[in-house]
């Protein structure tokens, strides 16, 4: 599933392709908005939020969330798609450009004014400029029994954080991902690694993953081999690509169990 980073980085393509320009065409090919026509309205900005993702005119907000496989494509006016037409849910061109959104999870129509009550749901966003380490601190200690593997994906807890990155900042505070939220020895600092993890992946070419996708490979650290494992209700339906998370089990050794009390005599 795309991360915080790839959707911010896709407005910023947005932003440059549109913003400040008419529309000269609009195709929504979800039902719900068939025959919504936008041409004439002029593009006034473009933002993101967590995973979401907001086209605005001066009327409107074009809220869109990428879900698993959605993603966003500019092309000249003419040049051909680089992905099947069949999988276009939402086109918006101009003069010199055409963006197009295939494989979108969510396509949604919003009054400018209603725009909130798409992310008001959300923790803060990582990767906005009104980020708010403490509130997410406090959203994650509100449940100090989770995992904390769990607990970063939740996007009421901090907007963002995807499957690639909670292992890489599970991994660069030395937390097996298994360990409870009220047992990780530094839950600020962990946050700041979250923030910091995206806002370089924001802003910066990528880097090799430390531990995403190297099961059975050495670690960076230590040398000792990667595992993959499930961990929640999704254990069972989801795949170990899709879903795994992996950690060093030298570098975050597995948080302690609690002895099993000896089985009480009844005297037989």
Same mark, same amino acid.
């Given at each position: 599933?795309?991360?915080?980073?790839?959707?911010?980085?896709?407005?910023?393509?947005?932003?440059?392709?549109?913003?400040? =320009?008419?529309?000269?065409?609009?195709?929504?090919? *979800?039902?719900?908005?068939?025959? +919504?026509?936008?041409?004439?309205?002029?593009?006034?900005?473009?933002?993101?939020?967590? =995973?979401?993702?907001?086209?605005?005119?001066?009327?409107?907000?074009? &809220?869109? /969330?990428? =879900?698993?496989?959605?993603?966003?494509?500019?092309?000249?006016?003419?040049?051909?798609?680089?992905? @099947?037409?069949?999988?276009?849910?939402?086109?918006?061109?101009?003069?010199?450009?055409?963006? $197009?959104?295939?494989?979108?999870?969510?396509?949604? $129509?919003?009054?400018?004014?209603?725009?909130?009550?798409?992310?008001?749901?959300?923790?803060?966003?990582? +990767?906005?400029?009104?980020?708010?380490?403490?509130?997410? %601190?406090?959203?994650?200690?509100?449940?100090? =029994?989770?995992?904390?593997?769990?607990?970063?994906?939740?996007?009421?807890?901090?907007?963002?954080?995807?499957?690639?990155?909670?292992?890489?900042?599970?991994?660069?505070?030395? %937390?097996?991902?298994?360990?409870?939220?009220?047992?990780? @020895?530094? +839950?600020?600092?962990? %946050?700041?690694?979250? /923030?910091?993890? +995206?806002? /370089?992946?924001? &802003? &910066?070419?990528?880097?090799?993953?430390? %531990?995403?996708?190297?099961?059975?490979?050495?670690?960076?650290?230590?040398?000792?081999?990667?595992? *993959?494992?499930?961990?929640?209700?999704?254990?069972?339906?989801?795949?170990?690509?899709?879903?795994?998370?992996?950690?060093?089990?030298?570098?975050? @050794?597995? @948080?302690?169990?609690?002895?099993?009390?000896?089985?009480?005599?009844?005297?037989?």
């Amino acid at each position: 599933m795309p991360e915080g980073d790839t959707v911010y980085l896709a407005a910023a393509r947005l932003r440059t392709a549109l913003v400040g =320009k008419t529309l000269t065409r609009s195709d929504f090919r *979800v039902p719900r908005y068939a025959t +919504l026509d936008l041409r004439g309205s002029r593009v006034d900005s473009v933002g993101s939020y967590g =995973k979401h993702l907001f086209v605005r005119t001066e009327r409107v907000s074009i &809220h869109t /969330h990428l =879900k698993m496989e959605g993603t966003w494509r500019i092309y000249r006016p003419g040049q051909r798609w680089t992905k @099947p037409g069949f999988t276009a849910r939402l086109i918006l061109a101009t003069d010199d450009a055409e963006a $197009v959104g295939f494989s979108l999870g969510l396509v949604e $129509v919003l009054p400018l004014a209603d725009e909130h009550t798409a992310v008001d749901h959300l923790g803060p966003d990582l +990767l906005g400029p009104n980020w708010d380490a403490a509130e997410a %601190v406090r959203r994650l200690r509100a449940d100090s =029994k989770r995992p904390i593997g769990l607990a970063l994906l939740d996007q009421t807890v901090m907007a963002g954080v995807g499957n690639i990155f909670r292992s890489e900042i599970c991994f660069a505070e030395r %937390v097996h991902p298994a360990t409870p939220v009220g047992d990780v @020895p530094d +839950l600020p600092g962990l %946050v700041d690694a979250a /923030h910091r993890i +995206l806002e /370089h992946a924001a &802003h &910066h070419p990528p880097r090799p993953a430390m %531990v995403y996708g190297r099961q059975r490979q050495p670690c960076r650290r230590c040398g000792s081999m990667l595992l *993959v494992r499930m961990f929640g209700p999704d254990a069972a339906s989801a795949t170990a690509t899709e879903r795994g998370i992996y950690f060093c089990p030298r570098c975050q @050794p597995a @948080p302690e169990t609690p002895e099993p009390r000896a089985a009480r005599r009844t005297g037989h």
